[in-house]
Structure formats: C-alpha cells, structure tokens
C-alpha cells in the first residue's frame, strides 16, 4: 500500500516546482525590456500618425500643384488612391495592418513604396554614421580621458576648449564652411554627393559604397567613396567628439574618487592597468549611454549636414518630405526613427544587464 506524501514533502515539492518555474533574473530582466520596447514601438506608430495627420495642410496641393487641386474630381482621385477620403480611425488602423505586413505606403512625390526609398537613403546614412561614431569614440574617449587624468592642467583646459568650440558651433554652419573652404576655395575635397560623377557606382549589396565598391574589388571607387566620406564625417565628427569628450571626462572623473581605484593605486599596479581595468571600466556606463544616443542622431538623419552635401540619405529624405507633404514618406521616415532609437536603447539596456549585475534584479 502507497503511503501519502506528509505536508513537509509537499511543501518541499511546490517549493522546488516554484523555484524551477522562477525565471533567471537576465532573462526576466531582458523580457521585461523587450516587451516596454514593443510598447514604445507601437507608441511611436501613433504619434507619427496624429502629427503627420494633423498638417493643416493640403497634400493633394503639394503634390499636384495649385492648377490640379483645383479640379475636384483630380483631387477626389488623389485621395481615394492614397486612402486620404477615409475616417482619420479608419486610416490609422488601415495604416497598422499595412505596417505589419512591412508596407510603410506609396510616397505621393516619387510614386514609390516608401520602404524602397528608405531602402535607398538609409545605407547612405549608415555608412556615413559609422565613419562618424567610429573615429568619435577613438577621438572622444582618448581626449576625455587625458582630460581628466590631468584635472585642471593645461592640456585638460585645451580639450576643454576643443569640446565646447564642437558642441557650440552649429553643424550646418561648419557644413557650409567646410565646403567652401576645402572644396572652393582650396580644392582639397571633393564636391557634394556620395561619388563623383565620373566614377561608377559599385553592383548593390548593401548599399554603402565603400562596402560595395571593396566587396566588388572597386578600388578607385572605394578611394572615390571614401574622399566624399571626409567632408560631411569631418563636420559631425567635431560635434560627436565633443559630446563624447565632456561625458568622458566627467565619468572618469567621477570614479577616480573612488575607494576601489585608491586601493588599486595603493597596491602598486601599473598606471595602464588601474586606468583600463578600473577608471574607464569604472565610467563605461554613462559613456555608453551618450555613444548610443550619439549614434541614433546620426542614424536618424542629420538634415542639414546632408542637405548641404547633398548626401542622399534619410535626413535629405525627410527634408523632401517635410517640404512636399508627403504624408506616407514622413511617416515611414518617423517610424525610422523612432525604431533606431528604440533599438539602441535596447541594446544599450542589455548591454548594461551585462555589463553591471546590479541593473537586472532592480
């Protein structure tokens, strides 16, 4: 005969089945941060929707011209082609389903669908973006840090002036002054655009050229490529640089008070191993977050810059847009966005879930 468990062992047996069904903390952590990114996500669908519908504009006007939008029937046809005659509800949710299915809508300018525009203006954007971060993060973090291992000397108040002179300068006009110097007036640059008109585009594959152009073996293309990178990086570069130079000099200097770097430097070890395995592990935090939002004004398009050097990337897309009124391309580009910086900030999330225990079983 089969004797029942005693309340102990049952106790003991919800208790074990509880413990198993408890999730680890990184990954309840990273569920709960995945899921407030949906909730974002669909926030943003909704914003871009309102503003873009709240316009106290004619679209059918911006996209036909006066003549045409004069001419009922002309605009009745607009509108039905492009769903404008429905209820504002009706066409969000018409919009929704369209987004689910990855159909962002048909630009009213270039007659396009929207995802293929942005297919071709984001890679532009990219590559130009990363040229940018990659050469700010070696600039940025070098000169934040000397600054602040050398508080208050004069090599930290020159960094000083150097990061303030990048933020204050506004970026279009150091555009419009970079190019007038270094392509007019001494004709070290190249002119506007991704490549020169003489050189050939590389075949498609990411749409960066200077990917492509290496990938196809291209190299005159690549070196053309590259040229047209050095202007328009040049003028974001100063600015991201000196972002990352105030945020790094304070995080650092933060963390040179603290016990742990004291006792590193009491026990004698070397200044390059106190440095990198205890000040800049120490201030990494704060400075990752700055790179990460550095990097999504950059992904999500710097409208002036590009537009000076008619770059062809999201920014000078969204201007277009602006400027024309055309609703389903500013929404798609607002939707860009706001998945760039949603992104980042996930990754920046779980990076920090790594990176520091203490933020995950917050």
Known sequence: ??????????????????AGRRSHPLLRYLGIRFGISVLL???????????ANLVPANPA???????????????QAFNEAHGFDKPVVVQYFIYLGNLLRGNLGTSTQTHNPVTEDLGVAFPATIELALFVIVFSIIIGLGLGLIAALRH????????????????SIPTFWLAVAFFF???????????????????????????????????????????????HLILPGAVLTLYTVGLLVRFTRSGVLDVL????????RAKGLPAHTVVFRYILRGSLLPILTIVGLAFGSLLSGTVLTEQVFNWGGIGQYAYKAATTLDLPAIMGVGLIVGVVYIAINFVIDVVYGFIDPRVRVR
């Not at 208050?152 to 933020?167: A, K, P």
């Open 181 to 227: 110097v270094f392509f007019y007036l001494l004709g070290w640059a190249p002119g506007t655009g991704r490549l020169s008109p003489a050189a050939t585009a590389p075949p498609h594959v990411t749409g960066m050229y200077t990917v492509d152009s290496l990938l196809a073996g291209q190299w005159d293309t690549f070196g053309d490529a590259l040229s």
């Open 41 to 51: 996500l669909w926030g943003v669908t909704v914003i871009t929707f309102v503003l």
């Open 152 to 167: 208050n000397r004069f090599s930290d108040q020159i960094i000083r002036v150097f990061s303030l002179i990048g933020i």
């Open 1 to 18: 005969m089969t004797s029942l468990p005693s309340s102990s062992e049952v106790e003991q047996a919800v208790g074990v089945s509880r």
């Open 257 to 264: 008070s603290q016990d742990y770097v004291k006792a590193a």
């Open 61 to 75: 006007a911006a996209a036909l011209g006066e003549k045409a939008a004069s001419d009922p029937k002309v605009v």
